[in-house]
């Protein structure tokens, strides 16, 4: 009895980067499907505060379109009807109209 096998002596471990690799492989998938399409959307949207001038056409987060009459720095004043509104650069959500440029329709 005192003599026998011990326990859990059969097949060696495995080395430590194969017992990683379902690890390595999520934070991958993780990387692809999450953190690199948020980076994306990141880029495009600062080139898009960047590219903000007087005379676009914007739509704001919260779902105000207006004309933009100033930029500032870190605001832009953008008439809706009858109302001057100052807003961050940051609501903006989308350039629907350039100044200059004809409106494009969908097909």
């Known amino acids: 009895m005192a003599m026998g096998q011990p326990a859990g002596s059969g097949q060696p471990a495995a080395p430590w980067y194969v017992n990683m690799f379902p690890m390595f ?4 998938a993780f990387y692809f499907a ?3 399409p948020q980076q994306k959307r990141q880029k495009k949207h600062d080139t898009l505060m ?5 005379g676009d056409k914007v739509t704001t987060t919260s779902g105000i379109i ?3 009459v100033t930029v500032k720095e870190r605001t832009v004043s953008i008439r809706s009807a009858d109302t001057k509104l100052e807003v ?6 989308e350039i629907t109209e350039r100044e200059g440029e004809p409106s494009q329709t969908p097909a």
């Open 25 to 28: 492989l999520l934070l991958f």
């Open 34 to 36: 999450i953190l690199r």
């Open 50 to 54: 960047k590219s903000v001038k007087a």
């Open 66 to 68: 207006g004309v933009v």
């Open 88 to 93: 961050l650069k940051t609501a903006i959500s």
